[in-house]
């Protein structure tokens, strides 16, 4: 059962471990080839053995699915792929009941061009109330027939699409920062706010412990519409420059009235899928009256380097400790290419790292040669560092069983909009979606029931990745991540707010929280010698060699 919700000393959320659930690839409950809430249900106690204390849910709702559900046709209900109402309700009292909460996630900067409110914007044409939830313009040039403003969709193309008038006629352009399928909605619009308002308190109801929010930085546009000019469409690391749609400080009202909704339901936490230009930005969405966590990439972009990485750990620590928000880490996500490949990949210790993260995350890397066994080496190191680093840390499902980006799937079956919008020129994220094997043999390597065919097709050596494959190999990622998990929740060491670096050779991080744990994290090649100072080893990624932790390894000592 969960612990009481409050805590006066401490929320549950400000040091868990959070494990993505991206529902059509973890688990298929009808053999359909899709996963499901039948096919989470049914898995629940593999995440309560695993050690996580909340699952966050990718969106489940009603969606033509132009964007993997990213495009919300009605947010009070349960797209049929998935199952239904009564099946959500059932599975949240399940996971509580194995004392696992529940985080949605809230899509509030677009919604699907099919939700009705779209379509009677289109059909009452211009000037009318309906259109005043989206953003529509008239075009420039001649006719209006060119965009309103420069501005790109993240992926790919202009952020305008021109409509049909009711009278047959080409006409006004409305805004789209994402797929043609996904119009912005108009944040200044009282009923735009209403609306969400009512959709958080609506799952608040139905038991969600909280919320994932997409895009969270992007809500709010310049209401001059500047053009971008020579600007590029992502925010750049330390540009001072206002950017016109991204991280317009008009947000931050917007997430003061969903804390305000928040606190009313308990102790129930949002995190905020944010990019911003500078880490102090970052800091600005978890002040205390606002969100109360945000995801910090910059640990993720950091590669496989020391000097990045601790730089990252650094400013993520400084920037949050003046509004008391604890740090969100994160390696993978469902936008981004698998860690296991990226950390195999010589562009892993480049001085500067070579795939930018855009403002949604879209994994825009090139496949360039990958070193899968390296890549497994360090992502055990890498799991092993994060988990070590005060405040929250999110798992996306398969990392847990070393999964690698699958980098060979056949173009007909991608699905990503970004496959299409950037005219191929972008592979997009369908490698890091691939379902999930759970048992060894053949595909569907029990994702689903026997002779069902994965949405997206499974690689033929998965078997040896499963869960049955890796459950009780002392050596196995899986057991890896259960043991670095119950020894997070177990030993006072974790409970420390603070960690304080210790020296270490170059290449090496090494730092302490409280007196009873220390972290060692060798990003070299060749082994180092181990000081024990009386402590012992209590986890190590990989088998040390005498009083040496070898390259690409980490260790917990205490
Ligand atoms: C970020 C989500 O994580 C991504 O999957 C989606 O494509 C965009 N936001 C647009 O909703």
């Known amino acids: 059962m969960l612990a009481a919700m409050t805590d006066e000393h401490r929320s549950w959320w400000r040091d868990a471990v959070v494990y993505q659930l991206y529902i059509r690839s973890f688990a298929d409950g009808d053999g359909d080839g899709i996963g499901d809430i039948a096919g989470i249900r049914s898995r629940l106690p593999y995440l ?64 699907s061009d099919r939700h009705a409110w779209f379509g009677a914007a289109v059909a009452a044409g211009p000037g009318s109330h ?56 108009d944040w200044s619009h009282p009923e735009v706010r209403a609306e969400f308002d009512s959709i958080l308190r609506f799952w608040y109801e139905r038991g969600a412990d909280g919320f994932r929010i997409d895009v969270a930085h992007g809500l709010v546009k310049d209401p001059a519409f500047p053009d971008l000019g020579p600007r590029l469409r992502a925010p750049r690391a330390g540009d001072p420059r206002p950017h016109p749609y991204w991280d317009q400080d008009g947000v931050h009202d917007i997430y003061r009235g969903w804390r305000a909704i928040a606190d009313a339901h308990g102790d129930r936490p949002f995190v905020a899928e944010v990019f911003v230009s500078h880490p102090e930005r970052l800091a600005r969405f978890v002040r205390p009256d606002e969100l109360h966590t945000a995801f910090d990439f910059r640990f993720l972009q950091a590669g496989w380097e020391a000097k990045r990485l601790r730089t990252a750990i650094d400013e993520g620590l400084r920037v949050l400790a003046p509004v008391g928000a604890p740090a969100t880490w994160v390696l993978s996500n ?22 930018p993260v855009g403002a949604a995350g879209a994994a825009l890397a090139v496949a360039d040669p990958t070193d899968l066994a390296l890549g497994r080496r360090r992502a055990r190191a890498a799991v092993l560092l994060m988990l070590a680093l005060p405040g929250c840390a999110y798992l996306y499902q398969g990392e847990e069983l070393g999964l690698e980006e699958v ?41 689903g029931p026997a002779g069902s065919e994965p949405w997206l097709p499974q690689p033929a050596g998965w078997g040896s990745l499963s869960v049955t494959a890796q459950t009780g190999d002392p050596d196995s990622m899986l057991e890896l991540y259960r043991s670095a998990l119950r020894l997070r929740r177990e030993h006072p060491g974790f409970g420390a707010d603070a960690l304080t670096w210790l020296d270490a050779p170059d290449g090496v991080l090494r730092f302490g929280r409280a007196e009873s744990l220390e972290v060692v994290a060798n990003l070299t090649a060749d082994d180092v010698p181990l000081a024990l100072d009386g402590r012992r080893v209590l986890l190590a990624s990989a088998p040390l060699a005498g009083h040496r932790l070898p390259g690409d390894a980490a260790a917990w000592l205490g």
């Open 48 to 111: 309560r053995d695993l050690g996580v204390d909340a699952v966050w849910i990718n969106p489940w709702f009603p969606s033509p699915m132009a964007d993997g559900g990213y495009d919300v046709a009605d947010y009070r209900d349960i797209d049929p792929l998935f199952g239904t109402l009564a099946d959500a309700d059932a599975l949240i009292a399940e996971a509580h009941e194995l004392g696992i909460r529940v985080l949605l996630d809230i899509v509030p900067n677009h919604t």
């Open 130 to 185: 309906e259109r005043l939830r989206y953003l529509f313009r008239d075009g420039r040039g001649p006719g209006g027939s060119e965009p309103p403003t420069d501005w790109e969709s993240v992926f790919g193309g202009p952020a305008w699409t021109r409509v049909m008038e009711p009278d047959g006629r080409p006409g006004q352009w409305y805004l789209h920062l994402f797929a043609p399928e996904q119009p912005d909605l």
């Open 334 to 355: 469902h936008d981004q290419t698998r860690h296991v490949t990226r950390y195999g990949r010589a562009s892993a210790t480049a001085p500067e790292p070579v795939a």
């Open 407 to 447: 980098e060979d799937l056949p173009d007909e079956l991608l699905q990503d909009p970004a496959w299409l919008r950037s005219g191929h020129a972008i592979r997009g994220r369908d490698g890091c979606r691939v379902p999930l094997p759970w048992s060894d043999g053949a595909s569907p390597f029990g994702f």
